[in-house]
């Protein structure tokens, strides 16, 4: 089973600010088919970005993602303050599917 | 309009068992993998079980194995999670989800809240 790491566990950043996300697999994730997930209080989870890269239908382009391999990473290049909230990093190239523990970006 | 709605949690004791349900409306579910996530209170989000449309390919994650049962009526449109011998670690939001391959899942229910206590 693959395990994804986010890292940090919590950041906190302001409105206009830039946000780094990173997201590091145990094994290469196969064909780059890592996803990223928001998640806001008593909601689920919300696509962004699949495959590594490739944003999700109705995203802002201020969402991006990068990676290969090992490595990845989600960038929010201009926080909203609707972009506060948990983001989860998803690989989906080896069964199981597997999770990171998440990402709590809240407002500083 | 595409969505999900879950239906059937609630409260059990350990041991017991649920069946949730997850009907599918603005599309036609056979066509794509469904899955069931859960998410423990406070925590991340959990892969549980999948299942494939018309080769009824199925899997799930070892914590369940065994003791859950997913299945589909593509006649109602409709996925189902069969939950029997529960334990209180099983206490969770339960989500279904479509996943678009390979996109990931880009459609999710609201969630069921299925606690198991005594």
């Known amino acids: 089973e693959i395990v994804l790491t986010q890292s940090p566990g919590t950041l906190s950043l302001s409105p206009g600010e830039r946000a780094t996300l990173s997201c590091r697999a145990s094994?290469?994730?196969?064909?780059?088919?890592l996803a990223w997930y928001q998640q806001k209080p008593g909601q689920a989870p919300r696509l962004l970005i699949s495959?590594?890269?490739s944003r999700a239908t109705g995203i802002p382009d201020r969402f991006s993602g990068s990676g290969s391999g090992t490595d990845f990473t989600l960038t929010i290049s201009r926080l909203e303050p609707e972009d506060f909230a948990v983001y989860y990093c998803?690989?989906?190239?080896?069964?199981?599917?597997?999770f990171g523990q998440g990402t709590n970006l809240e407002i500083k | 309009e595409v969505q999900l709605v879950e239906s059937g949690g609630g409260l059990v004791q350990p041991g017991g068992s649920l069946r949730l349900s997850c009907a599918a409306s603005?599309?036609?579910?056979?066509?794509?993998?469904m899955h069931w996530v859960r998410q423990a209170p406070g925590k991340g989000l959990v892969w549980v079980s999948r299942?494939?449309?018309?080769?009824?390919?199925?899997s799930y994650a070892d914590s369940v194995k065994g003791r859950f049962t997913i299945s589909r009526d593509d006649a109602k449109n409709t996925l189902y999670l069969q939950m029997n011998s529960l334990r209180v670690e099983d206490t969770a939001v339960y989500y279904c989800?479509?996943?678009?391959?390979?996109?990931?899942?880009?459609?999710w229910g609201q969630g069921t809240m299925v606690t198991v206590s005594s």
């Open positions: 603005g599309f036609t579910s056979s066509n794509y993998w």
């Open positions: 998803q690989q989906y190239g080896s069964s199981p599917y597997t």
């Open positions: 495959a590594a890269s």
């Open positions: 094994q290469i994730v196969t064909s780059s088919y």
């Open positions: 989800a479509r996943f678009d391959w390979p996109y990931g899942y880009d459609i």
């Open positions: 299942i494939k449309s018309y080769v009824s390919t199925i």
